[in-house]
């Protein structure tokens, strides 16, 4: 698999996984040191790790009646050797993705994120 299409598989099993309340797709698409963050004020970040990231997945917080319907522009924004930026538009977010490549395997080690306004 090209990369570009590697780095994509990763952010959709990110998103997809997301709208379909699938651990299993967000397994692999977050790596094992993922730190997810939203900045809300000078004095507050919100800060996830992966098993957070998997936890509230497994709860259904994002599960929509028809996942197939969820908004997810997905833009790669560049891929370098190891390193990949994308970003995704979702129904209520806004994510920029890093990813890395390790073992010939694409996963996303750091996420910011904000609300769609």
């Not at 590697?6 to 709208?19: D, S």
């Not at 004095?43 to 992966?50: M, V, Y």
């Not at 994308?86 to 993705?97: A, G, P």
């Amino acid at each position: 698999m090209k990369d570009e299409d590697a780095v994509r598989k990763a952010a959709l099993n990110y998103i997809e996984g997301w709208y379909e309340a699938n651990t299993k797709r967000m397994e692999e698409a977050v790596h094992q040191k993922l730190v997810k963050r939203r900045f809300v004020s000078t004095e507050e970040i919100w800060a996830l790790d992966k098993p957070s990231m998997i936890n509230i997945t497994s709860e259904g917080r994002g599960k929509l009646p028809d996942p197939s319907l969820g908004k997810k522009d997905i833009t790669i924004l560049d891929i370098d050797k190891n390193m990949a930026s994308v970003k995704i538009v979702s129904d209520k977010f806004i994510d920029f993705l890093h990813l890395l490549k390790e073992n010939d395997q694409w996963s996303i080690v750091d996420a910011l994120w904000d609300y769609v306004e």
